[in-house]
């Protein structure tokens, strides 16, 4: 079968959908040498090397603005087989589809934070993706989902068709595990300018992965408690991301809570080793891929308890309300102050982490892509 496959957010962005994507292809490319694959991307962006001879690439000759106006806006779209040729399946792993002549389309669909909470994303990103993901759904022969959560999502909220939904979860990297090198840990304090001890957040400055209760949080612990831990927030600047700065200023925390920016991925496990507790008080997630990979570097988590988390994270995580501040700083305490309860949380967190590898998740999407296909090859 030949399968083209929307490759631009895989292309363009470091983390999030874009880093999901890239790990689950690059996956399938080691386990499938056989099925033909066209990896589609925008003008601007770069795919990089190293797939083999059956992943071929297509640079389209516009940029995404206009690839937006070309499938989602004119009256009469341009289909993306007219670009690419004849395709078996063509799967767009970001929230949207374009138009397809011939062949089944397939549309991930990560999760629903613009419908649940709205007040967390740009208004016009929110109106763009209410209007255009039913109408992908609709058109897609099936659609595919970070978790089950996701998925019951998809169904209560938009009326999805339960058995038109598959769920593909996301993976740990062989990369991330415990760091125990002296040398590597050092160089990584260094690079960062790192004092131990400290606790860690990963995840885009953003109204939904809610920052500012955590700073809030860490504010209650170091008036009420005895900790010389600093707080660690390690992610691109997003969307309303001002009032993060302005409130470590408010509370006097410019020395305590440092705001690292993007880490590239190779440097995430020593910093996660590095870390006495990880914390995750996001609001909703489709997946959660930055508190699984901390427990697979043994670090404890704690996390919100809603949205797909504790679906992810099983009994491996501490949970927390992320709208209550005090139980977030409490739980943060007790991890802190507990250091058998750190260690055992450390190994369900490494045994947890097991269960999820880019290799299933692959195996799982190209069983999808062959019964979608009608099983040929």
């Known amino acids: 079968m030949r399968v083209g496959i929307e490759y631009t957010a895989a292309a363009k962005q470091r983390a999030g959908i874009g880093r999901i994507t890239r790990e689950l292809i690059r996956a399938l490319a080691e386990i499938d040498h056989e099925n033909e694959y066209l990896l589609i991307h925008v003008k601007g962006t770069e795919i990089g090397e190293g797939f083999p001879p059956n992943f071929s690439t297509l640079t389209l000759p516009f940029d995404e603005r206009m690839a ?23 799967h767009s792993p970001d929230f949207v589809l374009p138009p397809l002549r011939r062949g089944k389309a397939l549309v991930t669909i990560h999760d629903l934070t613009f419908l649940i909470h709205p007040e967390c994303a740009d208004p016009r990103l929110v109106s763009y993706l209410t209007r255009r993901v039913p109408r992908a759904i609709e058109r897609a022969s099936v659609v595919l989902a970070d978790s089950e959560c996701t998925k019951k999502d998809l169904v209560r909220l938009l009326g999805a068709p339960k058995g038109k939904i598959e769920v593909v979860y996301g993976g740990v990297s062989a990369a991330f595990a415990p760091v125990t090198d002296e040398g590597v840990l050092r160089r990584a304090q260094e690079e960062y300018g790192l004092d131990r001890p400290f606790i860690l957040s990963v995840g885009r400055l953003e109204p939904r992965k809610n920052l500012g209760r955590l700073i809030e949080a860490y504010w209650l612990l170091s008036q009420e408690a005895d900790i010389r831990h600093r707080l660690l927030l390690v992610g691109d600047k997003g969307w309303l991301y001002d009032g993060l700065f302005a409130q470590v200023g408010k509370l006097k925390l410019e020395n305590n809570v440092i705001f690292l920016g993007f880490v ?114």
Not at 70 to 88: E, N
């Open 68 to 90: 937006t106006l070309l499938w989602q806006r004119l009256k009469l779209p341009l289909p993306i087989d007219f670009l690419t040729g004849s395709l078996d399946l063509f």
């Open 264 to 377: 590239p991925d190779d440097d995430l496990p020593a910093l996660l080793s590095l870390a006495d507790v990880f914390a995750y008080p996001s609001l909703y997630e489709g997946f959660g891929l930055p508190p699984l990979e901390a427990m697979a570097c043994g670090t404890p988590v704690v996390a919100s308890n809603t949205s797909c988390l504790p679906e992810v994270l099983g009994e491996a995580a501490l949970f927390i309300d992320p709208t209550d501040v005090r139980p977030l700083a409490e739980t943060l305490h007790r991890v802190l102050t507990d250091e058998e309860l750190r260690q055992d949380m450390s190994k369900r967190g490494l045994a947890r982490a097991t269960q999820f590898s880019w290799s299933t998740s692959a195996q799982k999407l190209l069983a999808v892509y062959e019964e979608a296909a009608g099983g040929s090859k």
